[in-house]
């Protein structure tokens, strides 16, 4: 069973102002005691960035605290938009785009913070997180793309110095990289082209983070709200969390999001669990604490820009002069998605392992955020049509075909040609079992035998446990004479990729 919260009440997205005027309830200003429109939209922007600015810093340890440093960074970051080329960059659209972005530094910081934030890893100086933040120009839809940061791309043209990691010497270049690492080779100006460049969507503001503000901010919002079916426990971010509901402090919320030697593994899934806590805290904010009571919401807004530096264009004033046309936000109008993965595993002589992203769906996901349109609900995004989506790779799941005959023979090529790692038995001898097909398997590899079940859907699944400690990786099919046909499997990326939901479906069950 997946870490990740699903919630199986979800229904399509639908505009708030819609919906109330379908229900018939009143106006959302009516009735006494309750704030004037005009500043419960205020609250509510200023919560949606509050609340995405909290998330971004989980994972940007900036020591300045948002105060820039000796290198000039205040002055690099206040430039981040307005001292960009104006040629090149995407077209004007409709909405709001910011780029937050969680830097990976750790100068600066005492020993004892280190410990106590479980963050005594070497820094990369390169943006650990990204997240695309689109406010919809009608205020009534707030969509988040996060960007992996092993995305594999194009930086946009620049000029490297030739220290730090993949920087070329000479001339201005254009080469290809992991995208976290556009920031070390151009600041946050290279960090923003690159990111434009990549996806087409114009970026309008830039806000960077750190993650000692993200711990302070939790704790000021009361905590993070989480949600898991089972233990979980990571050594290398200090997590240990028993299965169920928990509401976590900053420090427990900083491990939960920081989190990467979980199932599933790796930084995407990473991702996933940021974009539910961001969901809380949005629900967090949009409550009668804060929603009520706009003074306090001021003071932890107040608290949290202490940890975010924006480019210049970023002010109070514009925020507020944003919000003066959007409502009060519920869960069903935000959106969340990671970029559309292709290849988990692209090696690059230089960069090693990085993502490739598929390019038609997430061609289709960035033209609909450019656009203007709800990011969920687009086909050209989600798994390809017919096939049975599954939570591993087909490629990352070892079958052993025993037998011999067209049968085993058929049986092996459209396991093949789903994508799994297919070998054939050496010496298997017979035809095809008498009845269903049989898959034996170490339990230790439980969680992977859904996917090849998923392609052998009349077979019969058999755990075999084996003696000591090494445990065979390899699932053993023997076809038999029902239940050989092999049906079409597609990865389930929204269990591993993030495939774009609403944030209903990132909710903790009421039941829980």
């Known amino acids: 069973m997946s870490s990740l919260p699903r919630n199986p009440r979800h229904r399509p997205f639908r505009p708030y102002r819609r919906a109330r ?86 100068d600066g910081i005492d020993k004892a913070t280190r410990d106590r934030l479980h963050v005594n890893g070497q820094q990369c100086d390169c943006t650990d997180t990204m997240m695309l933040v689109h406010i919809s120009a009608d205020r009534e839809r707030v969509s988040v793309v996060s960007i992996p940061r092993d995305s594999y791309v194009r930086f946009a043209p620049h000029r490297d110095t030739g220290k730090g990691f993949g920087k070329v010497k000479g001339g201005t270049t254009r080469h290809l990289g992991k995208i976290n690492s556009a920031f070390a080779h151009g600041g946050p100006g ?28 939790v704790d000021r919002l009361g905590g993070a709200k989480v949600c898991t079916d089972k233990p979980l426990q990571d050594k290398n971010a200090g997590l240990k969390l028993a299965k169920g ?9 900083l491990r939960y999001v920081r989190a990467r030697h979980l199932d599933p593994p790796g930084d995407v899934a990473r991702v996933r669990r940021q974009q539910h806590v961001l969901g809380e805290l949005l629900r967090t904010l949009a409550g009668e604490r804060f929603a009520g009571n706009p003074v306090e919401l001021a003071r932890a807004a107040h608290s949290l820009r202490k940890a975010v530096r924006t480019d210049s264009t970023l002010t109070m004033r514009r925020i507020v002069g944003i919000a003066r046309s959007i409502r009060g936000l519920e869960a069903d109008q935000t959106e969340f998605a990671t970029v559309p993965i292709g290849d988990f595993d692209h090696r690059s002589p230089v960069w090693g392992s990085t993502l490739r992203w598929d390019g038609p769906r997430a061609r289709a996901l960035f033209a609909d955020l450019a656009a203007d349109r709800p990011i969920t609900g687009n086909p050209a ?28 023979e058929r049986m092996a090529q459209d396991l093949r040609d789903n994508g799994f790692a297919v070998q054939v038995a050496d010496g298997a001898k017979g035809g095809p079992r008498k009845g269903r097909t049989e898959i034996t398997y170490d339990p230790y590899w439980q969680r992977k035998a859904s996917t090849i079940a998923a392609a052998l859907p009349g077979a019969e699944l058999r755990p075999v446990p084996v003696r000591g400690d090494k445990h065979d990786e390899v699932f053993t099919v023997r076809p038999g004479t029902e239940g050989a046909a092999v049906a079409d499997v597609d990865f389930d990326r929204s269990h591993v990729e993030g495939g774009p939901v609403n944030g209903e479906e990132l909710d903790c069950d009421e039941d829980d």
């Open 190 to 217: 290279l960090a923003v082209r690159t990111v434009e460049a990549a996806t087409g969507v114009r970026v309008d503001h830039y806000a960077e983070t750190d993650f000692v503000g993200f711990e302070k901010a």
């Open 381 to 408: 995004t989600g798994p390809k049509p017919g096939s049975t989506p599954v939570p591993y790779a087909p490629e990352t799941v070892k079958v052993r075909v025993e037998g011999s005959g067209k049968a085993a």
């Open 21 to 106: 005027e379908e229900s018939g309830a009143r106006p959302a200003h009516a009735g006494a005691g309750r704030l004037p429109a005009h500043s419960r939209r205020a609250v509510a922007l200023a919560g949606v960035l509050c609340a995405a600015l909290t998330c971004g810093a989980a994972l940007a340890p900036d020591p300045s605290g948002g105060r820039g440093g000796a290198d000039g960074g205040e002055e690099k970051v206040r430039d981040a938009v307005s001292g960009l080329p104006k040629a090149g960059r995407p077209k004007d659209r409709p909405g709001t785009n910011i780029l937050l972005v969680g830097l990976d530094r750790r």
């Open 245 to 253: 509901t928990h509401v976590l402090d900053g420090n427990r919320t």
